[in-house]
């Protein structure tokens, strides 16, 4: 193959990769799941070329060539604001640079698998490293021009729909 078809080639496998900051210290996987081998830490603010997006994971490449899986969650994609990035600059509508709407979740769980889900105390003290701060809240909801709205409590029946439970059965 002669060389201008080489560079023609590496030319437009780096013009389709997305530049993204690290948002919080994570870490980077060899395969898209949580109980993937950690090969690497990235920090905070971090800037990374993603390769390609696999359900809620990005394949990622660090600045120090280091290729591997991160938390969609964990990832912004464009350019940071000037001085780092803050939650007051979070823009919880759209995300990547189209500006589309990005959700993520769980599909695919049984039943069974639900009615045996135990509760993770590590997991849920996690959830601190998501916490704003009024002022921090108050000040994204200015930028998106949001407008406080009142909403009624909706009246719910102190007593359940149906009391079928064993003890309260009769056969």
Do not use: C, H
Not at 48 to 77: C, E, F, P, Y
Not at 97 to 119: C, F, H, I, R, Y
């Amino acid at each position: 193959m002669n060389k201008g078809l080489w560079l023609l080639l590496a030319l437009s496998s780096s013009a389709g990769a997305e530049t993204a900051s690290v948002i919080r210290d994570s870490d980077l996987r060899d395969k898209p799941f949580l109980d993937a081998a950690v090969i690497g830490q990235l920090k905070k603010d971090n800037v990374v070329d993603i390769q390609m997006r696999q359900g809620a994971w990005m394949q990622i490449k660090s600045d120090s060539k280091l290729v591997g899986w991160i938390k969609l969650l964990n990832v912004r994609t464009g350019r940071a604001s000037e001085g780092g990035t803050s939650l007051a600059s979070l823009n919880p509508f759209r995300t990547g640079s189209s500006g589309s709407t990005v959700t993520t979740g769980v599909k695919g769980l049984s039943a069974e698998q639900l009615q045996n889900a135990q509760p993770n105390p590590e997991e849920l003290s996690k959830l601190k490293n998501y916490t704003a701060s009024d002022s921090d809240a108050q000040k994204s909801a200015a930028k998106e021009q949001l407008i406080a709205q009142e909403v009624a409590y909706i009246a719910m029946d102190k007593k359940p729909a149906s009391d079928d439970t064993p003890k309260n059965r009769r056969n």
